[in-house]
């Protein structure tokens, strides 16, 4: 298997999927949303899929669908909740470079208005303070991350470009 895909991780609102694309484009890259494989598959919206079978089910279909991921020269956006998956983490790692978009709790509260809208994971149910969130993903992020990179305040196309530095230069 390739292992020349880069994934992206990081909390809801760190802009995975958007600067997926600029990122793909940027390094001549396919691009993979994993949330979109996820709905294909399931021919359900991520939400629907929370709302029929909770968090813990919603994780383990994402589990199931980001293990079986097969991809080259791809940049691969995860869902926020993928790193409550240790079996599909281990199958990204074995296929890419990880590569966790840090931002700061501060920025998040501005990114995120709508948690529910978003089919944003909340392990410890409904009530689960972003804050919470936050604290609960952040040190799985770092656990996992082969390259952090810090996005606050950056546009983009200005991320996607730093994010493309850091691999060009962890290749080196």
């Known amino acids: 298997m390739a292992d020349n895909n ?31 494989v996820i709905q294909n598959q399931t021919d ?27 991809a080259e020269n791809s940049i691969i956006s995860t869902g926020g909740s993928a790193v ?16 966790y978009l840090k931002i700061s709790y501060d920025q998040l509260v501005e990114r995120l208005s709508d948690l529910q809208e978003r089919g944003v994971v909340l ?8 804050r919470e969130l936050y604290d609960e993903r952040k040190p799985l992020y770092e656990q996992y991350a082969d390259i952090t990179v810090d996005v606050n305040d950056l546009s983009i196309t200005a991320a996607a470009r730093k994010v493309a530095d850091a691999i060009e230069k962890a290749n080196n």
Do not use: W
Request: glycine share 14%; charged share 20%.
């Open 84 to 99: 409550y998956s240790d079996d599909a983490m281990k199958h990204l790692g074995e296929i890419g470079t990880i590569v």
């Open 6 to 36: 880069i994934v992206l991780i990081g909390m809801p609102g760190a802009g995975k999927s958007t600067l997926g694309i600029v990122l793909a484009k940027i390094m001549n890259l396919n691009f993979i949303d994993a949330d979109l």
């Open 44 to 70: 359900k919206t991520l939400q629907k899929i929370i709302d029929a079978l909770g968090p813990e089910g919603f994780i383990e279909v994402e589990n199931q669908i980001l293990s079986d991921i097969k």
């Open 123 to 130: 392990k410890g149910g409904i009530g689960m303070s972003l």
